[in-house]
């Protein structure tokens, strides 16, 4: 698999912020040397964010997003700027590009820093302003941040805005999917059942990058689906050290593990590689005060058409409502949109995030606290559930 084949959502997502015809979509083309973005003299070329992904040297596999202007304006420009407020959830590192003193930017660095995430600014056009010098300044003075000039018409200087962007790489993204849970020459056991989640020919994306991770790790890998495992467990030697199982069988393999055998999920690992595994383990105490009348938003990554064993729709729902009654109501939420309005809800139960990237999770879970509603994972939750979380392997928390 070469770098260009690379999920989106394993890829570090570089945000490209600013205003109306500062030169944002020539910025990106000059900085990946191709035409990715449309160029215009016009304000307001660029409409919904435009992802492209790359290989950017020497960082790896990247995603650029070129948003709209920060300062547009009217009904439609409202819309716009909120789709680049989307963008902005799961920008791991942020270009701020600037052709005059800052004003509006302050606002959107400052959301950007209580973050965490990494600004570059950048005072493009330094060709062609009266004084480039003195934009510069005034970025220095007003936001702290120390401004690259650039030429992105004429190539000058882009060399430097790709070295601030190595300097400026967050250093806190997640080494491996398994964590300290698997060591060289572990036997590690997965359980994978095949259900209409997971149709003939293929596994799911969180079994496949699982599965790279362990054999990068050297690990003894052995896989079996769930009406195999006593037969599995039999005919291996010894038994494994870890058993990673799809989340929703998590009460039949914890009944059959061996005694030694650690056990978490799939689930419970992306709760940690792409997200805030504490975060999601206190979230579920929510669960416990759930009432029949309590209101529960499931959010997906994704959008998919309803499938019968759908564990979103189908599988978490009846449960939380074998437990707390029929009269619980549960909503779906599908896709990358923000989660702007909670105060109806009890609590937020988050699928395991595998086409986020980790800033989108994080983003999404930071929402939910700022608006003082509990949220855990799928995972996590039918951990819960079972009586067994407590008994569960969690990722070591970063």
């Not at 690259?148 to 300097?167: M, P, Y």
């Not at 593990?257 to 690992?269: D, G, I, M, N, Y």
């Not at 975060?279 to 529960?296: E, N, Q, W, Y």
Request: aromatic share 4%; net charge negative.
């Amino acid at each position: 698999m070469s770098l260009l084949d690379t999920p989106r959502a394993n890829r570090l997502h570089i945000g490209i912020y600013g205003k109306r015809n500062v030169g944002k979509s020539s910025l990106v083309n000059a900085i990946t040397g191709q035409s990715i973005s449309v160029v215009s003299d016009v304000a307001g070329t660029t409409t919904d964010p435009v992802y492209k992904a790359m290989e950017l040297h020497p960082v790896g596999p990247v995603v650029f997003i070129d948003t709209a202007g920060l300062d547009d304006t009217g009904d439609l420009g409202g819309l716009r700027v909120g789709k680049t407020r989307e963008a902005a959830q799961k920008t791991d590192l942020a270009i701020v590009v600037f052709a005059d003193e800052p004003d509006v930017e302050a606002e959107w660095v400052a959301d950007l820093g209580r973050r965490g995430v990494p600004v570059v600014a950048v005072v493009n056009k330094a060709d062609e302003l009266a004084d480039p010098d003195a934009v510069r300044t005034a970025v220095k003075e007003r936001l702290r941040l120390d401004a690259v000039l650039v030429s992105a018409r004429t190539g000058h200087n882009v060399d430097a805005v790709r070295e601030a962007i190595v300097a400026a790489l967050p250093d806190d993204e997640p080494a491996s999917i398994t964590g300290a849970l698997a060591q060289p020459g572990d036997l590690v056991l997965l359980v994978m059942p095949q259900d209409i989640q997971a149709p003939k020919g293929r596994l799911i994306l969180p079994q496949v990058q699982t599965l790279r991770d362990l054999l990068d790790k050297k690990c003894l890998v052995m896989s079996c689906t769930t009406d195999k495992l006593a037969e599995t467990l039999a005919a291996l030697a010894r038994p494994p050290k870890l058993i990673i199982t799809d989340s929703q069988v998590f009460p039949i393999v914890h009944a059959a593990k061996p005694a030694e055998s650690l056990l978490t999920s799939f689930s419970v690992l992306f709760a940690s590689y792409k997200g805030d595994i504490r975060a999601f383990v206190d979230g579920a105490r929510g669960i416990d005060a759930l009432t029949p009348t309590s209101r529960v938003l499931i959010a997906e990554s994704c959008t998919h058409a309803p499938l019968e064993e759908d564990i979103g729709r189908v599988k978490i729902p009846a449960l939380l409502r074998k437990r707390f009654g029929q009269t619980l109501h549960v909503d779906m939420l599908s896709g990358p949109g923000l989660l702007e309005d909670l105060g109806s809800y009890d609590l937020v139960i988050h699928c395991g995030g595998c086409m986020f990237n980790r800033r989108h999770v994080l983003s999404r879970i930071d929402e939910a606290r700022e608006q003082g509603v509990p949220i855990t994972n799928y995972g996590i939750t039918i951990a819960h559930l079972s009586g067994i979380l407590d008994s569960i392997a969690l990722p070591d928390p970063r």
